[in-house]
């Protein structure tokens, strides 16, 4: 049974980090790529970045880029979300998702197959 158990969430004042973590079981990291997903109420799910264990590229949406930053650890199959400068815009529940596949670019969520159950993030004073 393919389980996706994202952690890391929490309260932050702007300008803070957090690390999300997404531990992924039940599947091989054979061509497995990882996405981050947010999602704040009242709007539509958000791409954020994805890494791919098959070759180790990541992607990001600008949205996110120079702020964030993804990365795996194969022997654990996990992946982490270091975020950093937050800022209250970036209140969500975020979610991580796994498919089979080997990017070229930050794949939308529709490509995607398992996802966990989300963190919720807050930044404020």
């Known amino acids: 049974q393919v389980q996706l158990v994202e952690s890391g969430g929490g309260l932050v004042q702007p300008g803070g980090s957090l690390r999300l973590s997404c531990a992924a079981s039940g599947l091989t990291t054979d061509y497995l790529t990882i996405g981050w997903f947010r999602q704040a109420p009242g709007k539509e799910r958000e791409g954020l970045a994805c890494?791919?264990?098959?070759?180790?590229?990541?992607y990001y949406a600008d949205s996110v880029k120079g702020r964030f930053t993804i990365s795996g650890d194969n022997a654990k199959s996990t992946v982490y979300l270091q975020m950093n400068n937050l800022k209250p815009g970036d209140t969500a529940v975020y979610y991580c998702?796994?498919?089979?596949?080997?990017?070229?670019?930050?794949?939308?969520?529709?490509?995607?197959?398992?996802w966990g159950q989300g963190t919720q993030v807050t930044v404020s004073p």
């Open positions: 890494i791919s264990f098959s070759d180790d590229e990541t």
């Open positions: 998702a796994a498919v089979r596949d080997v990017p070229f670019e930050l794949l939308p969520d529709s490509f995607y197959d398992y």
